[in-house]
């Protein structure tokens, strides 16, 4: 198990019931949440306020509600014609069965 995520606190709680790390052991599943929304503030290209206070509420909201919450981030190119866009919505299936 790779050290510092969630997994290996989770393992570390498992296997050390009585160790009274509580305060430690929030601080560092605190910390993982932490390192995941920052490494999205460099990775994101521009950003608004709104997205940047939307994406602090997701992070905290995982936090808060524990595993297992898996959240993935894709970049898209933006199209320079919404022509292009739109002809290549109605191409995906899955798009024609939910318009």
Known sequence: MKAGTLAAIDDFVRRH???????????????????ALDRYLQQAPTKSP???????????????????????????????KLELLDSRCFLNLQYLWTS
Do not use: N
């Open 50 to 80: 709104a997205e940047l206070a939307f994406m602090e509420r997701l992070v905290a909201w995982a936090e808060l509600k524990g595993p297992p919450v898996e959240i993935r981030f894709r970049l898209f190119r933006h199209f320079p």
């Open 17 to 35: 019931p009585q160790s009274h790390l509580d305060t430690d052991i929030k601080a560092a599943r605190h910390a993982v949440y932490q390192a």
